[in-house]
């Protein structure tokens, strides 16, 4: 209805025979479209620069813990399966990464390499990327580097940051660079997802829930500059096709929303809600078993993690 506005104005201003009617109707048009479409448009509510702590090596140059778990390849029924972490059956979070010849593997111990052939190769624990919890891990192909974050509560500065780490090439044994992106009013939950262009993150707690930087400057080692957007704009996505807009998807009430980030032409990021929809789900905000009467080990519906070829 707002976007067909300047149209009905532009059709009033002919509609009108005194003086300068039409050229009074016509900029309010002009004033009204602009209005609009940077209404459409969301842009950061803040920014941080964030300095970077690197390790030159995945495990310092030896000066980590070893974390050895794990390995031990084998075929079987013509399949080679090999073992990862055997951190126990509660809150283990165990999560995988693939790409140039490694495998990187986490739990909320510590992160484990391996070869792609199943062969243990290095292990530390999470104080080597500054601590944290809730590791959540990708393989960037459009970069060729590894990421993950962690999320650490119990800093003695009090800034709960999520510790954004990202590889210098796709050899998770060499140099990583870790981010610790200040989430003050952050609670567990968070999640990442990338682009060819960005990093992005979102985390449920305080008024600025979703941040993102710029992958180069991150695999760089450089200082990044993050970008906090107001509200929650969604999960990030793991985007496979080789685009630079990053996108979130989130789960309302009764739709889904699927919002775009962009680089404008100040280099700064811009978010734009392209998709909202209506989602058509029976049951939203807890499981359906909780009304059987049945025990259930999720409270909430949330996108945990998506993955887009778009």
Request: contains cysteine.
């Amino acid at each position: 209805m707002i976007q067909s506005l300047p149209n009905k104005l532009h059709q009033l201003s002919n509609a009108f025979s005194w003086p300068g009617a039409g050229l009074l109707l016509a900029l309010v048009a002009t004033l009204v479209t602009r209005t609009v479409a940077e209404a459409q448009e969301l842009r950061p509510a803040r920014t941080e620069l964030i300095q970077p702590i690197q390790n030159e090596s995945f495990n310092k140059n030896g000066t980590c813990g070893e974390r050895k778990q794990g390995g031990n390849p084998r075929t079987e029924n013509g399949v080679l399966i090999f073992d990862g972490s055997d951190d126990g059956n509660r809150q283990v979070d165990p999560q995988i990464a693939i790409g140039g010849n490694h495998i990187l593997h986490a739990t909320n111990n510590g992160l484990i390499i391996y070869t792609k052939t199943g062969e243990f190769v290095q292990g530390v624990s999470q104080r080597c990327f500054n601590g944290g919890i809730d590791p959540k891990l990708f393989y960037d192909a459009h970069n060729q580097v590894f990421g993950f974050d962690l999320w650490n509560p119990w800093d003695k500065e009090k800034k709960k940051p999520v510790n954004i780490s990202v590889s210098a090439t796709s050899d998770p044994t060499g140099v990583w660079n870790t981010y610790p992106v200040p989430a003050l009013q952050g609670v567990d939950g968070g999640g990442i997802g990338y682009s060819r262009k960005w990093i992005g993150y979102t985390f449920p707690g305080g008024p600025t829930q979703t941040f993102v930087l710029k992958t180069a400057e991150a695999k760089s080692g450089k200082p990044v500059t993050v970008y906090y957007f107001e509200g929650n704009l969604g999960h990030p996505v793991a985007t496979q096709d080789a685009v630079d807009d990053l996108y979130f998807v989130k789960l309302a009430r009764r739709d889904i929303l699927i919002t775009k980030v962009s680089e404008a032409e100040d280099g700064a990021p811009v978010a734009e809600l392209v998709v909202q929809a209506p989602h058509n789900f029976k049951h939203f905000g807890w499981p359906p078993q909780l009304r059987l009467g049945k025990r259930a080990y999720s409270y909430a519906i949330q996108v945990y993690h998506a993955v887009f070829g778009v």
